[in-house]
């Protein structure tokens, strides 16, 4: 029998969401080790759409520039692609929305959604959880200075992982930009030279 009958596998689509204000080597890392963990074909960045209005008392960055950061950053991995579903969509992003999408993107494929303690914790407590959980599985990321408590959830449909401890926040890289601080190292090069050239997170930036 040829190539051509065999039946083909579901690829496995790691789903990656943020706001990447900036993208840090926390979310490239954390990717990475899902990815490697998990078998995946590929972890497609979705950067969220902008919001109506100010997050957490604070004016997030145009999503074109949020956007292109991601690009960059994950430009040299072969496996690491990034979407604009969530962006093109408009308006605040829903994960339900995210997923739906990118199911019709990927057919043939199983989708798991990685996101952080904080994201995992929120997503949880929405009104219908059983309907993402139908559209993805979901990895539940641990970073420094959260815990994740994984008790309660339904553990055929959610597993939890712990990257290599990587301390690094979008929140703490504006901040320090803010500063006059140096954020080399704690994003990719490419991304250092974005935000200067655009100026992005300047006290004095308009
Ligand atoms: P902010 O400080 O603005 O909240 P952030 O660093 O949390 O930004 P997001 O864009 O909000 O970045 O994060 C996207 C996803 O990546 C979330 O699921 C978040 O929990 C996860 N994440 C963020 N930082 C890390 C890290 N250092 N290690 C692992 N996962 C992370
Ligand atoms: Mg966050």
């Known amino acids: ?14 789903v990656m969401g943020g706001t990447f204000d900036p993208v840090h080597h926390g ?12 078998g995946l074909d590929e972890v497609v960045f979705v950067p969220t759409g902008e919001p109506w209005q100010k997050v957490d008392d604070r004016r997030v960055s145009p999503a074109e ?4 950061m991601t690009v960059i950053a994950t430009a040299a991995n072969p496996r690491f692609t990034v979407s604009r579903v969530d962006i093109d969509r408009g308006g605040p992003t ?27 914790t929120a997503i949880l407590s ?8 139908q559209l993805a599985y979901f990895i539940g990321v641990t970073r420094p200075g959260h815990r994740l408590d994984g008790s309660g959830l339904p553990a055929d449909r959610i ?3 712990e990257v290599p401890a990587l301390a690094i926040s979008s929140t703490d ?15 990719p090069d490419g991304v250092v030279q ?8 300047r006290p004095d930036a308009p």
């Open 1 to 14: 029998t040829g190539p051509e009958q065999e039946p083909r596998p579901r690829r496995r689509i790691g």
């Open 27 to 38: 979310h490239l890392v954390a990717a990475s080790e899902v990815g490697s963990r998990f």
């Open 65 to 68: 520039h949020r956007y292109l």
């Open 94 to 120: 829903y994960t339900k929305d995210t997923l739906r999408d990118l199911a019709a993107l990927y057919p043939d494929a199983d989708l798991y959604f990685i996101t952080g303690a904080d994201a995992l």
């Open 126 to 133: 929405w009104k219908n959880p059983d309907e993402l959980f």
């Open 159 to 161: 597993s939890l992982l």
């Open 173 to 187: 890289c504006r901040d320090r930009v803010a500063d006059g601080e140096p954020v080399w190292y704690l994003v």
């Open 194 to 201: 974005y935000i200067a050239k655009h100026r992005l997170y």
